[in-house]
């Protein structure tokens, strides 16, 4: 089935989300972690495998059914974000970067499910002041099959250096999904 790769650019004032609460949701850095994925030339990557073995816990870890390894994230209405990569602009090891790639594996249970693969730029505790995301309802059209959602978004230049830059997954429907094999990159 080909990837429709339909983007969508949106104002988070516009979503009926704080940024603050985004904040809170995302605990872990993303780990690099092996996988039979198709995010090999990503720097960014997070399969979420290896979280349990170390003894770290997030609400949304299920296993058993993952696009690779073990385990991936799933986010109903109550867990909504999965966990992503949180940075300050001035602490990210590429500088100046014009453009990200993303990339991420969403399951849909069902075709009620609706989620978007976000990046956010922002200060902590007020809304974005960028927020672009790749939509599960513009991209997955098969339910019950693992589908790679991808895309790229330009940077403006001279990002505030004290702000955050976030990248996760978010259920914004009643109905659960999964995602696994989270992945960015800039150029
Ligand atoms: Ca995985």
Known sequence: ????????TMILRKQKISFNTVCVCIVFLMAACGSKNNTANFMY?????????????????????????????ELDSIN??????????????VK???K???????????F?????????????????TIWNGLNSEDIVDTEK???????????????????????????YSNEPIWCDDLAFDFE
């Open 1 to 8: 089935m080909p990837l429709k790769l339909i983007l969508t």
């Open 45 to 73: 990557q997070n399969s979420f495998d290896n979280y349990k073995d170390f003894g770290f816990d997030h609400a949304t870890l299920r296993s058993g059914n993952a696009h690779s390894g073990e385990w991936y994230c």
């Open 80 to 93: 909504q974000y999965s966990i992503g990569y949180s940075k300050k602009i001035k602490d990210l090891p």
């Open 96 to 98: 100046n970067a014009r």
């Open 100 to 110: 990200i790639k993303m990339s991420a594996w969403l399951y849909l249970p069902t």
């Open 112 to 128: 009620g499910s609706k989620a978007n693969v976000v990046m956010t730029v922002g200060e902590q505790g007020k809304e974005a």
């Open 145 to 171: 099959q693992w589908t790679q959602v991808t895309g790229e978004f330009s940077l403006p230049e001279n990002m505030n250096p004290e702000h955050t830059f976030m990248v996760y997954v978010w259920n």
